[in-house]
């Protein structure tokens, strides 16, 4: 059975410090892939920005850790099965703040994301064949109530004009699924609207890398 859910109670939460970057000296190919490191233990919880050579599908994805063994210096990346993943060659692990609140936005709608095929097909063939290529870059585009001093517009502003890469979490009130991932912000609040309607301005986040699901 499928569960509707609403936009009504969804936290969305920015990036607004990242820890020290860990060392990533190997990922198993299991179901969930496990991590070994060396630098300051993460806790179960917390939420990782990975940066993966070798392994791309890791590459700038955002991952929560579970079931850290310090003795060992391994930890699972929760909810990710990386059995079928290419083979790890090098990577770092930050750890993820997210102190910035977006608080303003009235709409979110996402676009792109489609996933390109390369032909195949030869002169012995008679149909096409193809294989997966790469998916297209994924965009939220969202609209807010327009508000200079609003925490989370400045959070984005900075992050917009130093066209930095942050990490986001939507958490959704129906059911308390989370999204995270990771992207560029691109905000400069220009005001817009109609007459005698709220003020609004607009926001766009670039995904980088693929988004992890958790149902709570």
Known sequence: MTTARK???????MQSALAAAVTITGITKANPGVVTYTGTDPSNGDYVF?????????????????????????????????????????????????????????????S????????TTTIHDNARSQVPGLPA????????????????????????????????KFTFGTGGQIMVFAGYVGFDGRPGGSAQQIVTTTSAITMQGTPTYYAS
Do not use: P, Y
């Open 112 to 119: 792109g994301g489609g996933f390109d095929f390369l032909d």
């Open 50 to 110: 990975l940066s993966v050579q070798g392994m791309h599908q890791l590459n700038d994805r955002v991952v929560r850790v579970a079931n850290v063994n310090a003795g060992s210096n391994t930890f699972e990346l929760e909810g990710v099965d990386t059995s079928l993943f290419d083979t790890f060659s090098s990577g770092t692990a930050e750890v993820i703040t997210f102190g910035s609140s977006i608080t303003s936005a009235t709409t979110v709608s996402s």
């Open 137 to 168: 870059a994924a965009t939220f585009s969202m609209d807010h109530i327009w508000d200079t001093a609003n925490a989370g517009q400045i959070a984005m502003k900075t992050a917009s004009d130093a066209q930095a890469k942050r990490a986001f």
């Open 7 to 13: 936009w009504s109670n969804v936290a969305v939460a």
